[in-house]
């Protein structure tokens, strides 16, 4: 049994083979999907706890969307205006010019008020009040059709502020793994990658018992399977036949090196 490989799988990073149809990231993918294609270009806020998927859920719906409309993806915040505009204009062409804001926000505010498209900025809750005004400003101009990926609690208490609250805004929240949907995606994600000897061995009864730690947190169900794994890889490595399977002792030692359950 590869155990080495299978912690290898549950790795954090984001790639093409990690998307889950759980059903709270389908839903949630569906709506901003709806939302990307209203007419009124209200902002959009994508609010989770860390560890929820938004990054993943970031990557998936430009996937969906592109080609077909013009998306451009701040993987990190801007604090710069100027550099963001620059970014905005070259996703359509434009050569920026350095150092005239005003001039680039109007360029801007015409080329992508007559395109369709998405501007969405990732981990959002670290952008500085300035960065929140001039967000502020740019989607008070209709043009503009911004969606603001954001930890949850830093999340709402941002909307609670005037830049947002007194006008139009929608938001989505990522819901948590089920604990069929944890198991469904444990297994599938083994089996695909030709470890069903190792698949076999995260049982319902298993596979619950990680979705308790977890508590449904998509990173976390990954990072509880990844240790177990290396614990298990070690085991095997040393001839400790008693830690070679996935049962309630891997599981609360892979909790606890965790930090999800007291030593």
């Not at 502020?161 to 989505?172: A, K, L």
């Not at 070679?244 to 930090?259: F, N, R, S, V």
Request: proline letters at 3%.
């Amino acid at each position: 049994r590869d155990f080495s490989l299978a912690a290898t799988l549950f790795e954090d990073r984001i790639d093409s083979g990690d998307w889950f149809d759980a059903s709270s990231a389908e839903q949630t993918l569906s709506t901003l999907i709806d939302l990307a294609s209203e007419r009124e270009r209200k902002p959009l806020f994508l609010l989770g706890v860390p560890g929820s998927g938004k990054t993943r859920m970031l990557h998936a719906l430009k996937d969906r969307l592109a080609p077909e409309r013009i998306v451009v993806h701040l993987e990190e915040p801007f604090f710069d205006p100027d550099a963001f505009l620059k970014k905005l204009l070259e996703a359509v062409g434009e050569r920026s010019e350095e150092g005239d804001t005003a001039r680039m926000k109007a360029l801007a505010t015409e080329r992508y008020g007559a395109c369709e498209h998405l501007i969405m900025i990732d981990e959002a809750q670290i952008l500085s009040e300035p960065s929140l005004e001039f967000l502020r400003i740019l989607s008070d101009t209709k043009a503009f059709r911004i969606l603001l990926a954001m930890h949850r609690d830093e999340g709402e208490e941002i909307l609670a502020r005037p830049h947002f609250r007194s006008r139009s805004h929608r938001v989505i929240e990522i819901g948590g793994l089920r604990k069929d949907e944890a198991h469904r995606y444990i297994r599938n994600r083994l089996s695909q990658n030709d470890l069903e000897d190792v698949a076999e061995l995260f049982t319902p009864k298993v596979t619950a018992k990680i979705h308790r730690y977890s508590e449904g947190n998509f990173r976390m169900t990954k990072r509880m399977v990844q240790v177990m794994s290396e614990l298990m890889h070690y085991a095997v490595q040393n001839g400790m036949v008693r830690y070679q399977k996935p049962d309630g002792c891997i599981t609360q030692m892979a909790a606890i090196e965790l930090g999800l359950l007291d030593a």
